[in-house]
C-alpha cells in the first residue's frame, strides 16, 4: 500500500490456517461474535466454505471479521474471478494486487473500438504513452499481494489462486496496517477505520476517506450474496456503529486540494486537466470550449471503460492530439480525476451530436474480460458522481439518458460498423441503478405494452465468446444482458443488424442481438415462455419464463408511423433543418440511417428534444455557436442503441396493452 509508514507484521506471525476440520470448526462457533450471520437456511456449523475462511482469518489474525468481510465486499464483491486478475492486477475477494505477474499476461491497451479525435474514425489500439512500467517502478498499491506473501509465508501463487488464502493475506494486511497505527488489535470494528482508509492504498486523505466510509457504509446496511464459485456469504448489518474518523489524521497521507472540481464532497476527485491546445496546421485539441448548460441543455451520461490502466488513461486524456471525456474513475478505490468541464464539449461518445448533449465517465476496466471485474469502490463512487451530476443538470435517471458507450448511435451509415461496444455485457446496470437509488422495477400489471430488461445478473449467463481468443467461450459469468432471435426457440437465427452488414455471432463485442438491463421495448408478441419486441425493425424473441423472468412490464409512450405511412426513417443523430443556419455556418445532413420503423411497429420514446448542432470547428470560440431548429425529434429505443425519429413523421401514444398467451 502507498504511505511512508512501515507496517509491522502481525501479532501472532501471520500462520496461514489452512482448512482443516478443528481450525473451521472453531472458526463456525465465533461466527456471531464477529459480526456475520450465517446464511439463510445453514448453522454456523455448516456455513460455506468462503464464510468459514473470513472467520479463520479474522481469528488468526484479530481483525473483526465484520470489518474484513466489509472490505472485501468492496474490493470484489466477495468474488475470485477464478484467479484472474483485474485491470490492476488484483486477485482474489480480497483483490490482492501483484501487478507484475498480471502484466506479465495483460498489456494496457485501447482496444473497445474505434474514433480519431473528432471521435468519427480509427484510432490506433495501443498508444505510444502507454508502457509497461518495471516492477520496482510500480506504485505499492499495485504490490500488496507480494507484501501478504511476506507477512503470511504464504508463496504468492497461492495467494492468487487460493480464496482462503487471499483472504487470510488480506487479513495480514488489514492487522499490519492497524499496528502501523500504533492502534490496538481491537475486537471493535469502529476502531479500525484508519487501517481501512490505509488498506485502500490511497496516497492522500480524500481517497483514503471515502474507501473507508464507503466499508462502514457496508457495515452498516449489511450484505449478503450468491458469489461467482456458488458460495453464500452474509454479513448482518450494525446500523449503530460509529467509526473513529479521527484516525484519519494518524495514517500521515497528503492532502490534495480538490480545485475547482464538479463533484460531489462524497467523492475523492482531483483535477487532471485535459489540454485544449492549437498544434499542426490549424488543428487543436482535444476538446471544445462551450458554456453549457446556457447555450444547450446536458442531456446524458455515456458510461464507458477505458480499455487500459489507470497510469496510460491518465497520460491519454493530457495528449492534445488525442480524444478526451470528462472524468475518470479508477478501479481500485473510486478515485475520480475530473479532465473537462461540464460547460464543455469532451471528444468521448463517436457521435458529435451525443457529444454535444453528454458528459463521458470512463471506468478503468476491460470489457473482454469479465474476471478483470469492476470493484464495488469503482462502481459507488461512479453512482455518487452521476447521481451529483443528474440532480445538477436536471438528466433523468433512465436508460435513455444513461447510456453506456454501446447505446450511442452511429451518426451516419458508414459509421455504425465502428460505433463502440463498452462497457460491454459484464457491466452490472441492475446493482448500478440501486447504487443510484433508481432500481429498476415492474411499473405495470401483467397487460403492460412495454417491458423493462431484468435479468438476474448472477444467474443470467449468456454464453459469449472472444473475451480471449477469438471464436473461442468466455468464461462463464453473469450478465447484464439477453440474446434476442428470430423465433422462440434458441436454435433459430439471432437477430442480425443491417447497419453492420454482419452475420450476428456471440461474441462479446456483437451488440446486434442484445437487449440489456433497463431498457425498454414495446412487446410485439408472447408465447410460451418467451416474450417478443420490436427491435431494429423486427420482431425479436428472448426468453422470459414466468418463474424467472428476465423482464418485467411497464407503462409508457412509444412512437409508431403516422397513418398512411408504409415506414419511417431512423436517424443517429437529431439535428436542425437546413433553414435554420445561419450564413457562414455549413448546413449538416440530416442522413437517414439504414433503418426503418415499419407501419404497425411500436418503439419507447425517451425524449422529445429539439434539432440542435454544435458549430466549433476552430480554436478560436468566437465562431462557436449552437444553432437551434423548429424540427423535434424523439429519442427511441430502437435497438441496442438508441436513435431518433422526427416528430413530423410519427405518432406518439400510451403502448398498446399486451395479454400474454
Not at 507496517?7 to 500462520?15: D, F, I, L, V, Y
Not at 479474522?58 to 485491470?87: C, I, K, M
Not at 488489514?174 to 492502534?183: V, W
Not at 450476428?504 to 437487449?515: E, L, W, Y
Amino acid at each position: 500500500m502507498r504511505g511512508s509508514v512501515t507496517e509491522p507484521a502481525p501479532t501472532r506471525g501471520g500462520r496461514h490456517l489452512r482448512r482443516a476440520a478443528g481450525a473451521v470448526a472453531s472458526a463456525a462457533l465465533l461466527l456471531p461474535l464477529l459480526g456475520a450471520a450465517p446464511p439463510p437456511g445453514e448453522t454456523a456449523s455448516s456455513a460455506g466454505l468462503l464464510q468459514r475462511a473470513f472467520a479463520s482469518a479474522a481469528t488468526e489474525y484479530h481483525v473483526p471479521q465484520s470489518v474484513l468481510l466489509a472490505v472485501s465486499y468492496l474490493q470484489s464483491r466477495w468474488d475470485t474471478h477464478d484467479g484472474a486478475p483485474s485491470v490492476t492486477g488484483g486477485y482474489g475477494p480480497m483483490h490482492l494486487t501483484d501487478a507484475r505477474t498480471a502484466l506479465a499476461t495483460t498489456t494496457e491497451h485501447f482496444a473497445d473500438g474505434t474514433e480519431d479525435a473528432r471521435g468519427d474514425s480509427a484510432r490506433p489500439a495501443l498508444h505510444p504513452s502507454v508502457k509497461v512500467p518495471a516492477n520496482s517502478a510500480l506504485p505499492a498499491r499495485l504490490k500488496t499481494l507480494v507484501r501478504a506473501a511476506g507477512l503470511t509465508g504464504i508463496p504468492a501463487a497461492e495467494l492468487r489462486t487460493d480464496p482462503a488464502a487471499n483472504v487470510a493475506g488480506g487479513a495480514a494486511l488489514l492487522a499490519a496496517a492497524q499496528q502501523s497505527l500504533h492502534q490496538p488489535l481491537s475486537a471493535d470494528p469502529a476502531e479500525w477505520y484508519g487501517a481501512v482508509a490505509r488498506f485502500s492504498g490511497a496516497d492522500d486523505t480524500a481517497t483514503a476517506a471515502a474507501y473507508a466510509n464507503d466499508v462502514f457504509d457496508v457495515l452498516h446496511t449489511g450484505e449478503e450474496r450468491t458469489t461467482d464459485e456458488g458460495q453464500v456469504v452474509a454479513l448482518a448489518a450494525q446500523p449503530d456503529l460509529k467509526a473513529d474518523t479521527a484516525q484519519l489524521k494518524l495514517t500521515g497521507l497528503r492532502t490534495v486540494a480538490a480545485d475547482d472540481t464538479e463533484c460531489p464532497t462524497t467523492v475523492s476527485c482531483e483535477w487532471i486537466p485535459a489540454p485544449y491546445e492549437e498544434f499542426g496546421d490549424n488543428d487543436y485539441g482535444n476538446h471544445d470550449v462551450g458554456d453549457r448548460p446556457v447555450s444547450q441543455s446536458i442531456k446524458y451520461i455515456i458510461i464507458h471503460d477505458t480499455e487500459g490502466a489507470w497510469d496510460g488513461t491518465i497520460n491519454l486524456i493530457q495528449d492534445p492530439t488525442y480524444v478526451s471525456w470528462n472524468y475518470t474513475v479508477r478501479s481500485t478505490d473510486g478515485l475520480i480525476a475530473q479532465h473537462v468541464k461540464a460547460k464543455d464539449v469532451a471528444w468521448h461518445a463517436g457521435n458529435w451530436y451525443i457529444n454535444a448533449k453528454s458528459i463521458g465517465i470512463e471506468h478503468e476496466g476491460f470489457l473482454a474480460s469479465p474476471d478483470a471485474w469492476y470493484t464495488e469502490a469503482m462502481y459507488r463512487s461512479s453512482a455518487r458522481l452521476v447521481k451529483y451530476l443528474t440532480a445538477k443538470y436536471g438528466i433523468p435517471l433512465d436508460r435513455q439518458h444513461i447510456l453506456g458507450h454501446d447505446n450511442v448511435p452511429g451518426p451516419t451509415t458508414s459509421t455504425i460498423p465502428g460505433m463502440h461496444t463498452d462497457p460491454g455485457p459484464y457491466w452490472d446496470w441492475r446493482h448500478y441503478f440501486e447504487l443510484l437509488e433508481h432500481p429498476f422495477k415492474r411499473t405495470a400489471g401483467k397487460k403492460g405494452g412495454l417491458v423493462t430488461i431484468l435479468p438476474d445478473y448472477a444467474t443470467n449467463q449468456p454464453t459469449y465468446t472472444g473475451c480471449v481468443t477469438k471464436g473461442q467461450p468466455c468464461a462463464v459469468h453473469g450478465s447484464s444482458e439477453v440474446r434476442l432471435y428470430s423465433d422462440h426457440d434458441e436454435s433459430s437465427a439471432l437477430i442480425k443488424d443491417i447497419g453492420l452488414g454482419t452475420t450476428p455471432t456471440a461474441d462479446v463485442n456483437d451488440i446486434s442481438s442484445r437487449a440489456s438491463t433497463g431498457q425498454q421495448y414495446a412487446v410485439a408478441d408472447t408465447w410460451g415462455d418467451w416474450t417478443a419486441i420490436w427491435y431494429l425493425g423486427q420482431k425479436a424473441w428472448f426468453k422470459n419464463p414466468a418463474k424467472a423472468p428476465t423482464a418485467v412490464t411497464a407503462a409508457g409512450l412509444v412512437v409508431t408511423p403516422k397513418a398512411g405511412l408504409t415506414s419511417v426513417p431512423v436517424y443517429g443523430r437529431a439535428y436542425p433543418e437546413a433553414a435554420a443556419y445561419p450564413s457562414g455556418v455549413p448546413a449538416q445532413a440530416v442522413s437517414a440511417l439504414p433503418y426503418t420503423i415499419p407501419a404497425g411497429q411500436e418503439y419507447v420514446v425517451g425524449d422529445e428534444v429539439p434539432g440542435e448542432y454544435y458549430y466549433a470547428v476552430t480554436f478560436d470560440t468566437a465562431s462557436h455557436l449552437v444553432v437551434a431548429g423548429k424540427d423535434l425529434y424523439y429519442e427511441i429505443q430502437y435497438g441496442h442503441r438508441v436513435a431518433f425519429v422526427r416528430a413530423a413523421d410519427v405518432t406518439v401514444t400510451p403502448a398498446s396493452r399486451w395479454v400474454r398467451r
